[in-house]
Structure formats: C-alpha cells, structure tokens
C-alpha cells in the first residue's frame, strides 16, 4: 500500500507546478519575473490540504477565502459545475485586496467533486485613478479600482469572452490584464489534471485517506511544536505611520499560548480608518499565521492541520478587521507587516531564542505610469527589499524581503525594456542594519531616471518608525524617499504618496535596515 507521504507530496509539487505554469504564461514581469502569485489544494470539505511555497499573505489568506466560497456555494449564491472557473477579487471575500486577482476551480472526478484548485496572483492595474491601482488618497474602496464578485470566468471549459471583456475594458493595461487573467485559468487547468492523474493512479479513496491524514501530521507536528514554549499571555503593540505621531492607528494584539494552540486577540487595535491601509480579516489572519509557523523549525505542513490551532480574533470594524466600503490596498501589504511584527514582538517574550529584531517591516510598494509615445499606456508594480533583523545566533540578511512577501525584484534589464525608465543604482545600503551582538541586515538603495512623464505613487512603512532591536540591540535604520526634480530641486518624501514627475525627475529609494539582536557591548 502506498505511503500517504507519497500522496501528500505528489499534491505539494502539484500546487508548485501550477506556480511554474502561471509564471511561464503570465504577460506582465510582476508575476512572469517577481513571481507575485500562490497556488494551493483545498479537498471537498473546503479544507487546506497542500500549498506551493509562495506568497504569505496570500497563503493564509487562502483559508479565509475558501471558507468564503464554500459558504456561497452552500448557501446557493454561485455554482462550480464541471469544468467551470470562478474569478474574483473582492477583498471581503478572497481576504486580500484588489490587486490580488483569485480563480477556483473544482475537480470532479466520475461525476462527484473531490476538491478544488485554487490560485491567486497580483494583477498590476485593476482600475482606478493610479497606475497600479493602489491608490494611496483612496477613502473607500470604490477609489482602489473595480471589484470583481465571484463570477464563473470558465463554463464547461471554455472561457467566458463576455466576462472576460467586461474585465479587461476596466483597466488601463487590457492586453497584459488578459494575458495573466488566461495564465491564471491555465494554472488551475495544470492543477486538476494532475490531481486527475493522482486520482487515477491511486483510488479516490486512498486520495482521500492520504490528505486527511496529512492534515493531521500537520497538526500533530505544530502542536508538538508549541508544546516547548512558554504558557501564558503575552501583549505587544506598534503603530502606522500616518503623520500622526502619537495619534498614528494602533495595532495591539494579546498572545495566549496554551496545550491547544495559539490565540491572537487584536482587541485595543484602532477602528478602521479613511485610508486605504485597513487590513481585512484574511490579511490579519495570514500575518498571525505566518509569525507563529516562522518560529517553529523543521519541516511542518502548512496545511488545515497548522490552521486549526491558531485563533484569530479581530474586532468587526477594527483597523484589522474593517468593514464594507473600508479602502484597503494598503492593508494588504504595509499592515500586514506591522501585524506580523507586533505578533512576533509578543512571541519574543514567551519564545526568546526563536525571534528575531524587526525586518525592514515594508514592502516598500512602488507604482507608476503613464502613456509614453513608444509604449503605450504603461503600468509598473514593484516591492522593495530591506534588511531582516538580526537573530539568535546569526547576523541579519541584506537586500531580500521581509516577513508577508518574498517576491524576487523585477531585474533592471527588464524593467528598462518593458518601461519608460533609466536605473541610475541599484546596491546594498551599507550600515543601514542596527548594531547588536548579530547586527541587522542592510537594506537597499534603487534609484531610476523617467523618460517620460508619469505618476508615481509609493506606499511604504518604516519612514518614520525604526525598525526596533531585541535585548539590546539597536534599531535599523529608517527608510528614505528622495526625487530629485530635472530642474535640481530635491525633495524629501513621506512613506505614503503620489506625485505627477517629468522626464529626466530621479527617484531615489532607501529602504530600512533591520534591527540588531542582542547587546553588542556585553555579548547578549
């Protein structure tokens, strides 16, 4: 009889490979290059049972979204037919923001459903008034871009001209919005073939067997895992940068650890704010999630398993929980990064040998464009790399990214080729980690010319706020945001803007170092 590893593992690689199929077919670099894209398989019940090593936010989020569809599906508002596809990208139901375009299909097998393939990549323009759609002024989500509720984009196998019109006609970029609308349909497409195949080869009854049992090793193991930490509750808190000072939204959370797992309690965090930097329950969830797993070492399925011991409660109409029309492109990707960071600062506490200082603690989110003679209408989407923090036992890591992303950049060579821009550097920001007995890890310097007139719209963190040291260590390095105008005015940037710049205007990115671990005077 074969083993259910054997089985877990097949499911695994074909989550990855449904990953290579939507990178090697997507149009636009920021999936094709950076690979901003997750892919999971979730079994009849609704449950997580394998996920490709992805995108973190995208991941945990995927529980919350599913959960979500079932609950439509049972309750009759949409319907999955054999060889259909539902698309969406409402953040209150697929947990992310709009940006984070979502397609579903299921796997029948013999005429009853086995379960589903699910994958969510992050589309560079879904409409509204900035290129990249990631609208920093944005007071409701009805200025972040056009909402896509759950719509069968595939029936019976082919694809819905009409529907994907109606997308398409929606964004300022249609044909690279088509190209990685039919990669997305592609991937799923790899993704219930294989599970076919597995099925076919094994039963669907050992199939079945082997996920379940999957899911419990994953539990099992997780739990064995948070047996060796500290009992008891535990309260950190951070903040936004908003200009505010003392007045910037708060995010708080209260840890308890106890024999059944973790429970995250974000009670006292700020009420949802006319900024598009809420954070929807799926992106709270998914920033808790990934703060625990990261603490835990070895080998542990991420799957329902894990899933089902970490509790999160996030008060209705919170900052981390907010409710319709709230804006939150940012929620997405900057609090996400202050919520893992104030879930690993109350980790610090019961599980000090395991958590590092503060990373960069941005994605250090990058929009442009505009309509360039030889282009065309053009839209670029970049997140900068920083520095980790440094951690027990081991200095920080330069240049890469941080906690809820782990993108790789768009290379210059095709950045240049694609767009209207000119790099003038691109390197390590020496001495921006902080000092420690294991200093923090430097961020990045990338900077770049315009060739012609554009928008540009920057949302990023940790401007105003260093990232902090742990037990003795001191912070990293703010970031820093400076445009050069042609004229040689210089300008001082905030982390959250977008400004109207002209060809030969430089742009020059800092991005934050990480914190030192440890006191570099006494060694610890």
């Not at 037919?81 to 953040?91: Q, R, T, Y």
């Not at 970049?382 to 440094?390: D, K, P, V």
Request: proline share 6%.
């Amino acid at each position: 009889m074969v083993s259910w590893e054997v089985i877990y593992k097949a499911t695994v690689y074909i989550a990855e490979e449904m990953g290579v199929a939507l990178k090697r077919s997507a149009f636009s670099p920021n999936i094709r290059e950076r690979m901003d894209h997750s892919c999971a398989i979730v079994n009849r019940d609704g449950l997580i049972v394998a996920q490709a090593e992805h995108i973190p936010v995208h991941l945990g989020s995927f529980r919350v979204c599913v959960m979500n569809i079932m609950r439509l599906l049972n309750e009759g508002k949409i319907y999955m037919g054999e060889g259909d596809m539902i698309i969406f990208n409402d953040p209150y139901i697929s947990g992310t923001h709009l940006n984070d375009v979502t397609v579903i299909a299921p796997i029948y097998y013999r005429g009853g459903i086995m379960g589903y393939v699910i994958n969510k990549a992050h589309q560079v323009d879904v409409g509204g008034p900035v290129p990249g759609s990631m609208n920093p002024l944005a007071r409701t989500i009805y200025e972040e871009g056009f909402i896509i509720p759950p719509v069968r984009i595939v029936k019976g196998g082919s694809i819905d001209n009409e529907i994907l019109s109606m997308i398409v006609s929606n964004t300022k970029t249609p044909k690279v919005t088509e190209g990685d609308t039919k990669a997305q349909i592609a991937a799923n497409i790899v993704g219930v073939k294989r599970v076919l195949e597995l099925i076919e080869k094994y039963g669907v009854t050992t199939v079945d067997d082997a996920w379940e049992r999957a899911i419990e090793h994953g539990r099992e193991i997780a739990l064995k895992k948070i047996s060796s930490w500290r009992r008891g509750s535990f309260e950190a808190e951070d903040r936004l940068e908003l200009g505010r000072g003392d007045n910037d939204p708060v995010v708080r959370v209260r840890l308890v650890i106890s024999d059944n797992g973790v429970e995250a309690d974000f009670t006292g965090t700020s009420k949802q704010i006319e900024a598009p930097y809420n954070a929807v329950y799926g992106v709270t969830y998914a920033a808790t999630v990934f703060s625990v797993r990261s603490i835990m070492e070895g080998e542990i399925p991420v799957n329902e398993g894990f899933y089902s011991l970490v509790e999160v409660r996030a008060p209705e109409g919170s900052l981390v929980n907010p409710v319709k029309p709230a804006p939150v492109s940012g929620g997405n990707v900057e609090t996400s990064q202050r919520i893992a960071d104030t879930v690993l600062k109350a980790l610090s506490i019961a599980v000090p040998d395991r958590v590092p200082a503060a990373g960069s603690g941005t994605m250090f989110n990058v929009m442009m464009g505009g309509n360039d003679p030889s282009k065309g209408y053009w839209a670029y989407y970049e997140t900068i790399g920083g520095g980790t923090g440094g951690r027990p036992g081991k200095h920080g890591v330069s240049g890469v990214h941080v906690n809820m992303t782990n993108t790789l950049n768009t290379p210059i060579e095709v950045a240049e080729r694609a767009y209207p821009v000119i790099y003038t550097a691109y390197m390590i920001r020496e001495n921006s980690g902080g000092k420690g007995k294991y200093r923090g890890g430097d961020g990045i310097i990338r900077a770049f010319k315009l060739l012609s007139p554009a928008r540009l719209s920057i949302m990023a963190e940790r401007i105003e706020r260093a990232p902090w040291g742990l037990w003795g260590g001191e912070p990293g390095k703010p970031g820093r945001i400076t445009i050069r105008k042609r004229d040689g005015r210089e300008l001082i940037m905030p982390g959250k803007f977008t400004i109207d710049l002209e060809a030969g205007d430089e742009v020059v990115i800092e991005t934050p170092g990480g914190g030192g671990w440890g006191s570099e005077e006494t060694g610890g």
